[in-house]
């Protein structure tokens, strides 16, 4: 293929059958105000480490929906905990309590994985 | 020779409590680190010493804080306390002058109407009268005590904690002993007339209604009981916090402080809690409906070793309890340090902070997040700066790191050290004298946990008074009412309460209230707390904002960006920052400079302008 200039990519299909929801069903049980969340964005606007780097916060309710536990592990190390993503919330969401929940719960999948 | 085995269960008693004692505080004093285990012994000698007695006995035997607190409250506290160890001290001198030695069995002063059957010696019937007085004042602490269980209004307490069966045990011993004393020595003094006004008194009458030696020994017994399960349950009660309380003042002078790791100076302050819950009333959780935080249950949590994260995260670390608390625990950092542990496995490591380059000024302007959220308060400082014609460099103008002390309340130390690190040696670069904060958040860790040599750290209100003492900016007054409300970084965090107050009587009439200072409400918004809810927040929030209308202020004025915003979503007062009255203040006076010069202007009879001459002209 490579001949003719063209490339292959992998397949993005999301396979369901293979979904990793634990961190999903983790971050809901204890803040389930997260699930109230409708991707307005105020929160990556305003946010202090988002202006120092490449670092979405809406971004990661999605990669918790796909269960990108990988991804989101080294995307959510980005935050500093300021806050300003809580205040200017408009549905009120608990946003710090969901990043020490993610926090939480990947150091958590981590090290049963590594017991196991 | 009377039959003295009734007073086994008491030397049983206190030998147990002993030998649990002993035993945990070496295991406390052996797990403290190697300097602070100097640093105790090195202190033992100095007269630090005394201080800690003396501060043993304000507050373990009068708790004079309690006093402060409730009168009533402190009574029954006191006559208990100080009353058994008066008792304790006059029964023992009492035996001294009997035997006319220190050598006698240590049991006896307990039982000392019981063996010393008459008036045969010096000063007996003093001792008599001291004593009997001394056992009326406990029987009055403990006939408080039994009533506090029913009415707590009087006692200046809404809620109070409850009991466990170790406490259950320990209580109910307690309020039996000085009871069954009562009528131990009655008896004794029907029989062998020994008492005094009290013990006489009812031993008199006791000996109409009852057989007296047929009771005698019997009821002595029971005394004896009661004292010994007393001693057994202590060390597994609530009571523990009397030992422990002496111990951790002994620590707490010697400058022992709370570690960054939970050790054994965590555990006796653990210990040291006594369950008042003088702490649950200040709380204002309760106003949104969270009872099961405060610090007094989270302590009790830890000594279980039952502490979840929705406990332990859900608390404003407003400081009003560690304020409130009789025995000083240090219930923030204590909080702080079990967070530590929490969250020990997912610190961050920032490797993406940059250095960047510093602008040399004189004076670093550091916002702070918070301040970036409310405009109004950065946009009047840089007016102040530039009106002052100062040399500043607004740090954190685009962009910078978070100060570090978010993570911090959520106990990443290790996380908070990088941003720190990189703040920190941007301000050095910059070469600056003075950095003003703006945000009591920022303000309290750069001033705590940086290490800035030759920089002054300042919140701009401390700030804005010297330039305002210093003559570098002049301001009208803006004739309007003022409440003022202590963030709690800044007041209880910082002890920064009388600066700010200050500032606003240059420009405003400040109206005293109640709740300010150390008492001051937390506006709710406080980034401390992890758990709570938006909704709660806003009922913490409306509960201030409705006794700070009750005063009718024209303006609620803060010095905490965070409270300001938290506040002005209230739209029912008008909230602004110090440093926007202040800004508001010089352009009045400038106002009114330039409406002084127009009027100049307008004379133009020389003859007229002389009349005008007290006033300065500008040019």
Redesign the interface.
């Known amino acids: 293929m490579n001949k003719f200039g063209f490339t292959t990519q992998e397949s993005r299909a999301i396979d369901y059958g293979q979904f990793d929801d634990r961190l999903l069903s983790y971050v809901q049980h204890h803040e389930p105000t997260f699930l109230i969340c409708m991707s307005c964005g105020a929160c990556t606007a305003t946010c202090s480490a988002g202006n120092l780097i490449d670092f979405n916060i809406r971004r990661l309710s999605l990669l918790i929906r796909r269960g990108e536990i990988l991804q989101l592990s080294n995307e959510i190390d980005k935050c500093m905990l300021c806050g300003k993503c809580t205040l200017v919330c408009p549905r009120g969401i608990n946003t710090r309590n969901v990043i020490m929940l993610i926090k939480k719960g990947i150091s958590q999948i981590k090290q049963s994985e590594n017991q196991n | 020779m009377p039959n003295n085995l009734f007073i086994y269960p008491f030397l049983l008693g206190i030998l147990i409590m002993l030998v649990i004692i002993a035993k945990r505080f070496s295991k406390w004093f052996i797990g403290l680190s190697k300097i602070d285990k100097i640093r105790v012994w090195k202190k033992l000698r100095t007269k630090n010493t005394i201080y800690s007695i003396r501060e043993a006995l304000l507050e373990g035997l009068l708790h004079h804080k309690i006093f402060k607190k409730n009168p009533v409250l402190g009574y029954m506290h006191m006559s208990l306390a100080f009353g058994w160890f008066l008792l304790i001290v006059v029964g023992h001198i009492e035996t001294i002058y009997y035997y006319g030695s220190i050598s006698f069995p240590f049991y006896m002063p307990v039982f000392f109407r019981y063996f010393v059957t008459g008036h045969e010696f010096y000063l007996s019937r003093f001792f008599a009268i001291i004593m009997d007085f001394l056992l009326l004042m406990v029987l009055s602490g403990v006939t408080l005590a039994y009533l506090k269980r029913f009415l707590k209004q009087p006692f200046g307490m809404k809620k109070t904690t409850r009991l466990k069966p170790g406490d259950k045990i320990a209580l109910t011993s307690l309020w039996c002993i000085f009871p069954l004393r009562f009528m131990a020595e009655s008896v004794s003094a029907g029989i062998h007339h020994n008492g005094s006004f009290l013990t006489q008194t009812s031993g008199n009458l006791i000996e109409h209604i009852l057989p007296l030696n047929a009771i005698h020994t019997p009821i002595w017994f029971a005394y004896s009981t009661a004292l010994g399960f007393f001693f057994v349950a202590l060390p597994f009660s609530r009571y523990m916090h009397i030992p422990t309380e002496i111990f951790f003042i002994f620590l707490k002078n010697s400058g022992i402080k709370l570690k960054k790791h939970v050790n054994t100076y965590s555990q006796v302050q653990v210990f040291s809690c006594s369950r008042c819950g003088i702490c649950l009333d200040s709380c204002q959780l309760n106003d949104a409906g969270i009872r099961n935080t405060q610090s007094v249950y989270v302590l009790k949590k830890i000594r279980d070793k039952k502490l979840t994260?929705?406990e332990l995260?859900n608390c404003l670390l407003c400081g009003k309890c560690q304020h409130d608390c009789p025995v000083d625990i240090e219930l923030n950092n204590l909080r702080i340090t079990q967070r530590i542990e929490s969250?020990l496995?997912?610190n961050?490591?920032?490797d993406?902070?940059k250095e960047t380059k510093a602008e040399k000024a004189d004076i670093v302007y550091f916002a702070g997040?918070?301040t970036?959220?409310t405009p109004a308060i950065k946009k009047s400082m840089v007016q102040i700066f530039d009106h002052a014609k100062l040399n500043y460099w607004f740090m954190d103008e685009?962009?910078?790191?978070?100060c570090g002390r978010?993570?911090m309340q959520?106990g990443?130390y290790d996380a908070a050290e990088k941003?720190i690190l990189n703040n920190q040696k941007k301000i050095l670069d910059s070469e600056a004298k003075t950095l003003v904060v703006s945000c009591p958040i920022c303000y309290k860790v750069f001033n705590e946990d940086y290490s800035l040599p030759g920089i002054e750290v300042k919140h701009h209100s401390e700030y804005l008074l010297e330039l305002i003492n210093a003559s570098k900016i002049e301001v009208s007054p803006l004739q309007q009412t003022v409440i003022y409300h202590d963030p709690c970084e800044l007041g209880r965090g910082s002890g920064i309460y009388e600066q700010p107050r200050e500032l606003l009587q240059h420009t405003n009439t400040l109206i005293k209230i109640k709740n300010e200072k150390e008492k001051s409400y937390c506006c709710g918004?406080s980034?401390a707390n992890?758990?709570?809810?938006?909704?709660e927040r806003y009922k913490i929030k409306d509960k201030a904002v409705e006794n700070y209308r009750s005063y009718n202020p024209d303006i609620l004025a803060t010095s905490c960006p965070?409270c300001k915003?938290t506040f002005a979503r209230d739209g029912k007062l008008a909230v602004h920052d110090i440093s926007e009255l202040i800004w508001m203040a010089i352009e009045k006076n400038e106002m009114e400079k330039l409406e002084l010069n127009e009027q100049l202007a307008k004379v133009t009879n020389p003859e007229q302008f002389w009349e005008l001459e007290e006033v300065p002209i500008q040019d």
């Open positions: 994260d929705e995260f969250t496995q997912y961050s490591s920032y993406y902070l997040c918070m970036h959220l685009d962009k910078a790191p978070c978010p993570l959520a990443q941003l918004g980034l992890i758990k709570i809810q938006m909704d965070l915003k």
